[in-house]
T-cell receptor, first 114, second 113 residues
Framework: DAGVIQSPRHEVTEMGQEVTLRCKPISGHNSLFWYRQTMMRGLELLIYFNNNVPIDDSGMPEDRFSAKMPNASFSTLKIQPSEPRDSAVYFC????????????FGPGTRLTVL | QQQVKQSPQSLIVQKGGISIINCAYE??????FPWYQQFPGKGPALLIA?????SEKKEGRFTISFNKSAKQFSLHIMDSQPGDSATYFC????????????FGKGTLLTVNP
């Protein structure tokens, strides 16, 4: 089992650029969560999908953020345009219907916006 | 609005000692309370969890104590080891929300040899 896969692991970009973060959930998992981690705010849920459908995006900070899940094995989180305050570690997590209370986190993408 | 408050922010314990981390929640609809462990450069990983129908759950050296009336729960690490040094997050969720997690701010635990 490869676990949740995220790419890239590190991303450095300049303010105003578009950033796309990618996630491959564990095979067979039907729920996918995107989190952001900062020192100030801790771990925050941005959005989650169930069976590829966005269920709750109330944590998405503003319209610059968007997320998609075109199929069960892939999701993206896009920031356009990026700003320095978006600098954080972004985690993707997945869970499966048989044990929905257990989320498996990926290694994260450390984003730095200059 | 911080729905799960965690303390302390950091904790230093000697090897063999007991580490205690506390959390308090506000939303009485929460019905699932996990603890996650995170090592530097890694994602959080589920450590242990409890539901409000029991007051305590033990797995090896890790114990969760739960006080429903006080809306508090805590993690006890017995015989703490240097390998336990990590950041610990409490969280809360409810089954009806697809177990959407609300996390505490985290506690950085350092166990000195």
């Amino acid at each position: 089992d490869a676990g949740v896969i995220q790419s890239p692991r590190h991303e450095v970009t300049e303010m105003g650029q578009e950033v796309t973060l990618r996630c491959k959930p564990i095979s067979g998992h039907n729920s996918l969560f995107w989190y952001r981690q900062t020192m100030m705010r801790g771990l925050e849920l941005l959005i989650y999908f169930n069976n590829n459908v966005p269920i709750d995006d109330s944590g998405m900070p503003e319209d610059r953020f968007s997320a998609k899940m075109p199929n069960a094995s892939f999701s993206t989180l896009k920031i356009q345009p990026s700003e320095p305050r978006d600098s954080a570690v972004y985690f993707c997590a997945s869970s499966f219907a048989g044990a929905p209370d257990t989320q498996y986190f990926g290694p994260g993408t450390r984003l730095t916006v200059l | 609005q911080q729905q799960v408050k965690q303390s302390p922010q950091s904790l230093i314990v000697q090897k063999g000692g007991i580490s205690i981390i506390n959390c308090a929640y506000e939303n009485t609809a929460f019905d699932y309370f996990p603890w996650y462990q995170q090592f530097p450069g890694k994602g959080p990983a589920l450590l242990i969890a409890i539901r409000p129908d029991v007051s305590e759950k033990k797995e090896g050296r890790f114990t969760i104590s739960f006080n429903k009336s006080a809306k508090q729960f805590s993690l006890h690490i017995m015989d703490s080891q240097p390998g336990d040094s990590a950041t610990y997050f409490c969280a809360a969720s409810r089954q009806g929300s697809n177990y959407k997690l609300t996390f505490g701010k985290g506690t950085l635990l350092t166990v000195n040899p």
